[in-house]
């Protein structure tokens, strides 16, 4: 089976979102000569619904609109702006057809980053040290990495965040009984720094833990026994 690149299945990030969400938003202002407020939204039920008020509307949109074709664009001006119901057999329509490619974007997404292993449940860790340390604002998908073809290894990365898609890998050679759950903490946490402290420099000079991280990552409260803990199980760790 050929597989689809990965870039045109997985979720959009932020950012993206964002760009499509106001240039969509200005669009439908400009159809519908009134400011638009749009909410994008992955609701699993809602796709559109919307509150007229005199000099506003407020319109939620599912993500899959930020992609829609001129003619859906207009339908959603009609339905939701104009109060054309007539509009709305074009959106069922629009939203039938997306089905498919909305549910292998979650299937994907699910299949590929997987927090749930046999010891520790990533996700768990991860809202946690969000919520402990990072006041709920770091936003990344976690799950763990595949284990990769036994060989021996020299080193071993524990841990890898993608600033690009948001998502933090943690090795699975750590979802074992042996490894103490605050050492998973800590590669964890090391990774949601990554995103609040984003590399600085470039090309072969780039340095990936500037010093705000360092300063900040001794701040885990089990920093100087994670780092023994490691100095003390490379060995383990390197096996697999
Ligand atoms: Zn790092």
């Known amino acids: 089976m050929e597989e689809a690149p990965r870039i045109l299945t997985r979720p959009p990030t932020r950012e993206e ?9 200005w669009r439908l202002s400009a159809e519908l000569g009134m400011p638009v407020r749009l909410s994008v939204t992955d ?7 919307f509150r007229r008020g005199s000099t506003v509307l ?15 664009v207009r339908a959603v001006a009609d339905y939701a702006g104009r109060g054309h119901r007539t509009a709305g057999a074009i959106l069922d329509e629009y939203i039938r057809g997306q089905q498919p ?24 860790l991860y809202d946690a040290t969000n919520r ?14 595949r284990m990769p073809p036994r060989r021996r290894r020299k080193s071993i990365r ?15 050679t750590l979802d074992s009984p042996e490894v103490p759950s605050f050492f998973v903490e800590f590669i964890v946490f090391h990774e949601m720094l990554h995103q609040l402290f984003p590399s600085t420099g470039r090309g072969g000079r780039r340095v990936h833990h500037p010093r705000a991280f360092r300063e900040r990552e001794r701040t885990f409260p089990h920093y100087a026994a994670a780092l023994r803990w490691e100095r003390e199980n490379l060995g383990m760790l390197l096996r697999g």
């Open 17 to 25: 979102l964002w760009t499509r969400a106001e240039s969509l938003a």
């Open 43 to 49: 609701n699993r039920s809602t796709m559109v619904s």
């Open 58 to 72: 407020a319109l939620r949109l599912h993500h899959m609109f930020l992609d829609a074709p001129e003619p859906v």
């Open 101 to 124: 490619r909305i549910r292998q974007m979650r299937r994907e997404s699910d299949a590929d980053l997987n927090p749930r292993g046999r010891c520790f449940d990533l996700q768990e």
């Open 132 to 145: 402990e340390f990072f006041q709920d604002l770091i936003q990344a998908r976690i799950g763990w990495g």
């Open 158 to 172: 524990l841990g890898v965040y993608d600033h690009q898609t948001r998502e933090i890998r943690i090795h699975p």
